[in-house]
């Protein structure tokens, strides 16, 4: 799998979190919106409901719903960099699967804010730099493990799916080099 599998591969997972479904309070009373093969609400204020995120974006972005959902932010990044390098190089801390997309959203969400903001390019920078730790830390964990002969089954698990792509990928490099 050249470049193109692996910009699939993240469009995928992409793709995957963009429908999984959220947790939404409704606030603001809200007749059923109907879409084109599917139909959302009605919305009465102060009830939760659990919608696709990339509908539930759009209704927060109107000011219908409020996502309960915790997004990824400095601090949370921070605890994960935090744990991952204390780590002992054999092992892996456990991230969610949905881990990466969360981080390509709030990087491109600091990167647009910083435009108007010194506070938020300090912030951008800040979470560039702790995402590119985080990156490199596990990814240093990901070659020595697949060029060792570690148990496989155990290895994996404390991977996202981009991770066990790389983890696969290296590995059958190393067995047939």
């Not at 709030?106 to 590119?132: C, F, G, H, T």
């Not at 148990?151 to 981009?162: D, R, V």
Request: aromatic content about 8%.
């Amino acid at each position: 799998m050249g470049e193109s599998g692996l910009r699939s591969l993240i469009e995928h997972s992409d793709f995957i979190f963009e429908n999984s479904f959220v947790s939404a309070v409704a606030i603001v009373n809200h007749p059923k919106i109907e879409l084109i093969g599917l139909s959302v609400g009605p919305f009465e204020e102060g009830k939760e409901y659990e919608i696709r995120l990339w509908i539930a974006q759009e209704l927060e972005r109107e000011g219908i719903v409020k996502i309960k959902e915790g997004a990824l932010d400095a601090t949370k990044l921070y605890k994960i960099q935090w744990t991952e390098r204390i780590q002992a190089v054999s092992q892996l801390s456990s991230l969610p699967e949905d881990f990466y997309p969360k981080l390509r959203r709030m990087i491109e969400d600091l990167r647009s804010a910083s435009k108007n903001s010194p506070e938020k390019m300090r912030e951008y920078e800040y979470v560039q730099n702790l995402s590119l730790d985080v990156v490199n830390c596990r990814l240093k964990k990901i070659i020595s493990l697949a060029s060792s002969s570690a148990q496989e089954s155990q290895t994996s698990k404390n991977l996202t799916i981009e991770e066990r792509d790389l983890y696969e990928r290296i590995r059958q490099i190393v067995n047939e080099w």
